[in-house]
């Protein structure tokens, strides 16, 4: 059986055009029963426990498991098909029923605990481990009794069943919900390349006349900013907002809403939660408690402090702006009351009047190959090396767009690891953004590291390079960030170290920060060339220093609107987590919203779609931390500083590249971040420069000059 699935095959890269969904089952029951047997050695062994003997191991019984976990996640999001999420769920539930054989096992965790008094003569790496695999055995119910050990286990496969609901509604109600249209009066204001795209869309559906949206987050909100038309703009933000609720359905007419999924979710995890004791007490009081106790701000009070300072500051100065927008729109035969689908547009219609600045002029010096190239340039100074994009066809990939880079050191040569890159939007894909970590360099190096990056821009077809917003080209930064931090990786001690397994509010800072470099003149200018002259031969066609200040000028202006879309989902997740009562999703979200006049121009994740916190794998889960996106803005403001004189000053490059090897930085998190800012400071210290951080750079400060920030990232 093993020799005939790729997955079991001895390879260095996934052999991923091989790989169909049938393979996945009978190849997790395969490696879990070769880590079952190891288990039972593990658990009887009686010579002295140590650091090599005891956790090494224990951590080496999941390697294999999650590499066919990362390449059957690939599938699921990148080529979504009912057999490949069939094929999760199942996987899913036997992963998280051997993680109960393993972490639930006294003697083993009894041989685990005995470890801790030797960690002082360790090194950080192992620190760090130790402290994963801690956090894995309380939260798979270690230190629970033999009942509340079952129950866990019932409450986790019941999660997984419950996710797979919420993803197969939300994936067919994108599909069922997008929209078709053939009247060229819909398209007018809308750039060219992206009208391509939207016909080719149409024409992956058997259609050559119209266009077709699909109703996705990133599309729907680029086509927001910049069509004329505004029942164009109200229909597809309109489907966009009923995708996951009672008014999407099916072909056979079923219901895909969210609501009760959603629901079951939120009582199944405050119940889990509260099973953790401590001295007889309940240790968590609500699922928010746990699950920000392993976060870099530690607690739900010092996450919605900094909430609340820079709701404090940001909403009066969104409700002024919002003001003088309406004014705007007013005296240009606007609508009389801005709508949650006119902000985006009018906004970017006074931005081009107050500050000169055209976003679509802005983007015709972006077309997507300059962009990736001026990241990797961006990189490559910063961190030390090459990208070289690898054409032979070595690599097997799972869709005729993913390009493939090797990206190796540039003194040494060395590999350091692969990058798969998937920019386009396309059927049964999913929405978004996001980079993820395919699979970890093995010990002896056989296997390389492999990072995926995955946009969702509208395709232009025909081979053409589509223009990306400034949004966009900050995204490409964003996921490449995510990218680099797991590719640094690769100089940890222990593999599974390698990549996004610390908390998620850590994690956003390593791809937050590197969005920082777009908004330097030097950097933008080395890769913003005009579309209309490919071999950048011209030199009249490099971006106009006018433009490039014109965006400046307007990048303050509304940027504490990004702030309040974070912190408005942020609060959403933060209360559907506690143990605030929920009786429905819209009840909640009302409640939770900010008490203003204009609380509904600021743009949010609706519960029945908010897929971020629904995901049940805790290793980079966002439940209850969708505040992370706030807290990294924050550090990663905090975290551009020693580049404010020299965006590729060699000490702080050094420093940063340091910081992204994630086994050393992310023991305590906290201590090596403020070591890299080249000082100490306590926790509380820590929170108040985030928060000042954070204000600066919406344009609240009356000392410095403001940093600016987007308006506009989802991911
Ligand atoms: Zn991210």
């Known amino acids: 059986m093993t020799t005939d699935n790729p997955l079991l095959t001895n390879y ?11 393979h996945f089952v009978p190849a997790i029951d395969h490696v879990i029963a070769e880590a079952t047997k190891e288990f039972h050695k593990l658990a009887e062994e009686k010579s002295t426990p140590t650091f090599q003997n005891t956790v090494v191991p224990i951590d080496g019984l999941f390697a294999d498991i999650e590499r066919i976990k990362q390449v059957l996640e690939l599938f699921t999001l990148s080529k979504q098909s009912p057999e490949f999420a069939a094929a999760a769920e199942h996987v899913s539930q036997e992963i998280s029923n051997f993680k109960k054989i393993v972490y639930q096992n006294q003697a083993l965790a009894g041989r685990f605990q005995k470890v801790a008094k030797l960690l002082s003569e360790t ?22 009794s033999p009942e509340g050990q079952r129950r866990i286990q019932q409450i986790d496969n019941r999660l997984i ?24 009066q819909d398209i007018v204001g809308i750039p060219e390349d992206v009208v391509s795209g939207l016909r080719e869309n149409a024409q992956q559906r058997g259609d050559d006349t119209g266009w077709l949206v699909k109703a ?66 309940i240790k968590y009081p609500d699922y928010a408690a746990y699950a920000l106790s392993r976060t870099m701000t530690g607690s739900v009070s010092t996450a919605k402090k900094l909430m609340e300072a820079v709701t ?15 004014d705007f729109a007013s005296a240009r035969r606007g609508p009389p009351k801005l709508e949650p689908w006119d902000i985006s ?87 978004g953004a996001w980079a993820s970590q395919l699979q970890r360099q093995s010990p002896e190096h056989k296997q390389p590291s492999i990072v995926t990056l995955n946009l969702n821009l509208i395709n232009p077809g025909d081979g053409k390079d ?30 599974s170290l390698q990549g996004p397994f610390a908390s998620s509010d850590y994690n956003e800072f390593f791809s937050t920060v590197l969005e920082n470099w777009t908004k330097q003149e030097d950097v933008l200018n080395s890769f913003a060339h005009h579309h209309s002259d490919p071999g950048k031969t011209d030199p009249e066609k490099k971006m106009p220093k006018k433009l490039f200040q014109a965006m400046k000028n307007a990048s303050t202006f509304c940027s504490e609107l990004w702030a309040l879309r974070a912190i408005k989902g942020g609060q959403i997740d933060l209360d559907f987590h506690s143990d605030k009562p929920y009786t429905t999703s819209e009840a909640l979200e009302k409640s939770a919203d900010f008490k203003s006049d204009v609380a509904n121009l600021i743009p949010s994740h609706k519960l029945n779609r908010f897929s971020h916190i629904f995901s049940p794998d805790c290793a980079i889960e966002y439940a209850a931390k969708y505040n992370s996106y706030l807290v990294a803005r924050a550090l990663s403001e905090l975290g551009y500083k020693p580049f404010e004189k020299n965006p590729f000053d060699p000490d702080a490059s050094q420093r940063l590249t340091e910081l992204y090897r994630p086994g050393a930085s992310s023991y305590d998190k ?7 800012l080249g000082k100490k400071r306590t926790p509380e210290e820590m929170a108040e420069a985030m928060a000042e951080a954070m204000l600066q750079s919406i344009g609240i400060d009356k000392h410095q000059p403001a940093l600016a920030i987007a308006d506009g990232r989802r991911y």
């Open 123 to 144: 090194k950080d790496d192992d620190k760090t481990l130790y402290k994963k695999l801690s956090d894995e055995f309380e939260g798979e119910g270690a230190f629970l």
């Open 216 to 281: 996705e987050g990133e599309q729907v909100a680029k086509l927001l900013a910049v069509a004329d038309n505004r029942e164009f703009r109200k229909k597809i933000y309109e489907a966009q907002g009923r995708v996951g609720t009672d008014k999407s359905f099916d072909d056979e007419g079923n219901s895909l809403s969210n609501e009760l999924v959603v629901k079951e979710i939120q009582s199944l995890r405050y119940e889990r939660a509260r099973l953790h004791k401590q001295d007889g007490e």
């Open 345 to 431: 547009y009018w906004m970017n219609r006074y931005k081009q009047d107050k500050f000169k600045f055209d976003s679509r002029e802005f983007s015709e010096y972006l077309p997507l190959s300059n962009v990736t190239n001026g990241f990797f340039e961006t990189a490559g100074k910063l961190f030390n090396v090459n990208f070289t994009e690898e054409k032979t066809g070595k690599y097997p990939i799972y869709h005729e767009g993913v390009k493939t880079y090797e990206v190796t050191n540039k003194a040494t040569g060395k590999l350091l690891g692969i990058i798969y890159a998937d920019f386009f939007a396309r059927a049964n894909k999913d929405g």
């Open 312 to 326: 404090a500051e940001a909403l009066p100065q969104f409700e002024k702006n919002v003001k003088n927008i309406q």
């Open 161 to 184: 069943a419950l996710y797979s609901d919420f993803s197969k509604n939300l994936n067919t109600g994108q599909e069922k919900e997008a929209v078709y249209f053939n009247d060229p």
């Open 12 to 22: 260095e890269t996934p052999p991923l055009d091989k790989i169909k969904p049938e």
């Open 466 to 495: 589509p223009l990306l917003s400034q949004v966009e080209m900050e995204t490409v930064f964003h996921e490449g960030g995510h990218a680099m931090h797991g590719l640094l990786g690769t100089n940890t001690v222990h593999p």
């Open 670 to 676: 906290m201590a090596a971040f403020s070591e890299y």
